[in-house]
T-cell receptor
């Protein structure tokens, strides 16, 4: 158990809908990262938040947005969903500091029908 | 952007054999990390490397940070069935964001 929690575990929805994925980082970690994993693309970095502020952006679509709240949990919002958005979405967390060690949650499997 | 080439893509070995896999990049990284992912689960950090030339072990796993800082290697000795999974390398720029991941090596161990 990495200490990172994600809900829900599974999510099935229809095209055009909007969903929210939730992540709680390890106790004491200030940074939260979101990744998308699909079969053909591997692990793709989406976005990072550090202590409530956006720190870095990767290949995140404009239909996707995220935020980190004062209690450090984070939410990833996916809107106008398309079939191609079906994937595993992982949250990871790390302590602020020099090193890059990121600890991953169990993921949310999103299926768009 | 930065890219990592991880090889081999997949490996089929017999229980008890040793395994080697590697990652190479055209860019320099300041940190190399190795993760293992079981089906339907999140990646689990196995080993973290911070200095060029560094050799670090974690049980039967040994990883090395290449001296050029453009590559890293992971060895698994005396493989067992629970070693089955996907192994990912990741390179970090030295600040606290943007790991770049390889596409993974799928390891299958035949008992």
């Amino acid at each position: 158990d990495s200490g990172v929690t994600q809900t829900p575990k599974h999510l099935i929805t229809a095209t055009g809908q909007r969903v929210t994925l939730r992540c709680s980082p390890r106790s004491g970690d200030l940074s939260v990262y979101w990744y998308q994993q699909s079969l053909d693309q591997g692990l793709q970095f989406l976005i990072q938040y550090y202590n409530g502020e956006e720190r870095a952006k990767g290949n995140i679509l404009e239909r996707f947005s995220a935020q980190q709240f004062p209690d450090l949990h984070s939410e990833l919002n996916l809107s106008s969903l398309e079939l191609g958005d079906s994937a595993l979405y992982f949250c990871a967390s790390s302590v602020a500091g020099l090193y890059n060690e990121q600890f991953f949650g169990p993921g949310t499997r999103l299926t768009v029908l | 952007g930065q890219q990592l080439n991880q090889s081999p893509q997949s490996m089929f070995i017999q229980e008890g054999e040793d395994v080697s896999m590697n990652c190479t990049s055209s860019s320099i990284f300041n940190t190399w990390l190795w993760y293992k992912q079981d089906p339907g689960e999140g990646p689990v950090l196995l080993i973290a490397l911070y200095k060029a030339g560094e050799l670090t072990s974690n049980g039967r796993l040994t990883a090395q940070f290449g001296i050029t800082r453009k590559d890293s290697f992971l060895n698994i000795s005396a493989s067992i069935p629970s070693d089955v999974g996907i192994y990912f390398c990741a390179g970090g720029p030295g600040s606290n964001y943007k790991l770049t991941f390889g596409k993974g090596t799928l390891l299958t161990v035949n008992p």
